[in-house]
Nanobody, 123 residues
Framework: QVQLVESGGGLVQAGGSLRLSCAAS????????MGWYRQAPGKQREFVAT???????NYRDFVKGRFTISRDNAKNTVTLQMNSLKPEDTAVYYC?????????????????WGQGTQVTVSS
C-alpha cells in the first residue's frame, strides 16, 4: 500500500516561513506529478503547486513568488517552502501523488493523498 506522510506544519506569524515535507512509501517504482493542495475551513480543497519528475513546476497565482516546490525523485519526497506567509494561507495542506507505479508493476490511476498538516498564520 502506498502512503504519503506530511510534516512541517505549524503556527507562524504573518510574514514568516514554513517548510512542508512529504515522503511517499510502499515499494514505489515511480511517481508522475507530485503536488500540494490546501483546504481552509468551510472551503473546498484547492490546488497550490505541482512538480513533474523532470522538475517542471506549476503554481496557483496566489502563491507565485512566495512558495517553492521541489522534489527528490530518488527518495520519493516533495517539499513546499512557504515564505511571506499571510493569514489567508491558513489551511490544512495535503500532499498528493499522481501516476504512482509500484515495483510490482501495479499502477494507481487515482490520486493518492496524505493525511494533511495544519498551517496556521496569525496576523
Amino acid at each position: 500500500q502506498v502512503q504519503l506522510v506530511e510534516s512541517g506544519g505549524g503556527l507562524v506569524q504573518a510574514g514568516g516561513s514554513l517548510r512542508l515535507s512529504c515522503a511517499a512509501s510502499g515499494n514505489i517504482l515511480s511517481i508522475n506529478a507530485m503536488g500540494w493542495y490546501r483546504q481552509a475551513p468551510g472551503k473546498q480543497r484547492e490546488f497550490v503547486a505541482t512538480i513533474t519528475p523532470g522538475g517542471t513546476t506549476n503554481y496557483r497565482d496566489f502563491v507565485k513568488g512566495r512558495f517553492t516546490i521541489s522534489r527528490d525523485n530518488a527518495k520519493n519526497t516533495v517539499t513546499l517552502q512557504m515564505n511571506s506567509l499571510k493569514p489567508e494561507d491558513t489551511a490544512v495542506y495535503y500532499c498528493a501523488a499522481l501516476g504512482v507505479r509500484k515495483l510490482t508493476g501495479q499502477a494507481y490511476t487515482s490520486t493518492i493523498w496524505g493525511q494533511g498538516t495544519q498551517v496556521t498564520v496569525s496576523s
